[in-house]
């Protein structure tokens, strides 16, 4: 087993997962880990650290991000993916990487006349996933799909197809996404999530518990709160480290621990408008709103009514303060 030092707090286990994950693709085990959890609760920050662990280790890691606010073209992350692979070659072996790939890297980064939606996924997926097991071929290879949530259905398919088809390769699939959006009735990965998740390596990262939320309030603001404040922002904030560092700032600058950072304030709206309308009628609400502004799965949640409805309070346009949830 690997000695973790990480940044991070309180997430040895995570990292061990795809320490290990790793050391089974650099020994010709190719693999897909996706780390899932609420917005806030640290999936980039873990996946960074990897990124780091891997270079170290003589791999190449390549990302991609998704972009949230439309216009990005088809197959945005990959063609990011594509763009870095470029970088990283020598002209003599991309141009191998383009020959043994049928050009299709080439037309992936508009290059070419045809556009990537006029080749054919079968032809496209198979031409993506050659370019990357031809490189792999010289040196291990992470490849980082950030924000998958927003990835577009196609670049999805991309990434199982990917997956399938490079478990005998030097090659680590690593996507991130936010499981409590997808998971909303009506999004559109709802099905292929489910798909990629079964032949994944899973990591969900939850909240952090009092002790680590202590130490991530002492490591932002440089001095150490006391007990009685530490546990009342770990029970606002459920431990999601996003919000315990908004909430260290607030009291470093002299604030009430009770104030809602606007960020914090943000983050939760964003969420809650993401929600059906009819999950929010005063006391009854729909099952997945508790789940979707805190860290829990929504089969877990078993509120007390009071404590429900402060956090449908939440939502704009309605009366009641803003409560402490979990979310960004
Ligand atoms: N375990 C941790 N220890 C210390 N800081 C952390 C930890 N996890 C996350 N953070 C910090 O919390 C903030 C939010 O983390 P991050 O951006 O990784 O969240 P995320 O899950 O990727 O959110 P989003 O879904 O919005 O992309 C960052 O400032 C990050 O550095
Ligand atoms: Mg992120």
């Not at 806030?40 to 991000?65: D, Q, Y």
């Not at 990629?196 to 002790?211: E, K, M, Q, S």
């Not at 700032?249 to 304030?265: C, D, F, K, M, N």
């Not at 509120?303 to 449908?312: C, S």
Request: aromatic share 4%; glycine share 10%.
């Amino acid at each position: 087993m690997t000695t973790v030092t990480s940044p991070l707090i309180g997430r040895e286990h995570a990292i061990e997962t795809l320490h290990a994950e790793l050391s089974r693709a650099i020994d010709g085990h190719g693999g897909l880990v996706l780390v899932t959890g609420e917005a806030g609760i640290g999936k980039t920050a873990l996946v960074t650290e990897a990124a780091v662990a891997a270079r170290r280790r003589g791999a190449l890691v390549l990302s991609g991000s998704c972009w949230q606010s439309g216009g990005a073209p088809g197959y945005w992350p990959w063609v990011q993916v594509v763009r870095g692979l470029r970088r990283s070659c020598t002209a003599g072996e991309w141009a191998e990487v383009e020959d043994a790939a049928g050009g299709v890297p080439a037309a992936l980064l508009g290059e070419r006349p045809e556009e990537p939606g006029e080749i054919g996924d079968f032809v496209l997926y198979d031409g993506v996933t050659t370019a990357l097991v031809t490189a792999a071929q010289r040196r291990p290879l992470m490849i980082v799909l950030d924000d998958l949530h927003w990835a577009d259905p196609a670049s999805v398919r991309l990434l199982e197809f990917a997956a399938r088809h490079t478990w005998f390769e030097r090659l680590l699939l690593v996507g991130t996404y936010r499981d409590v959006e997808v998971e909303l009735p009506g999004h559109p990965l709802r099905p292929l999530m489910s798909s990629l998740a079964i032949r994944a390596t899973t990591v969900t990262l939850t909240g952090l518990g009092r002790a680590e939320v202590g130490a991530l309030m002492a490591r932002t603001v440089g001095r150490r709160p006391d007990d009685a404040l530490v546990a009342e922002v770990h029970r606002r904030t459920g431990g999601n480290p996003f919000f315990v560092e908004q909430a260290a700032r607030l009291w470093q600058s002299g604030g009430p621990v009770e104030a809602i950072a606007p960020g914090v304030r943000d983050a939760v709206q964003q969420r809650l408008s993401l929600l059906p309308e009819a999950a929010v009628p005063g006391r009854r609400f729909h099952r997945r709103l508790p789940a979707a502004v805190t860290a829990e799965p929504a089969s877990g949640v078993d509120r007390p009514a009071g404590e429900v409805t402060v956090l449908a309070a939440a939502r704009p346009g309605t009366n009641a303060t803003p409560c402490p949830a979990s979310s960004r």
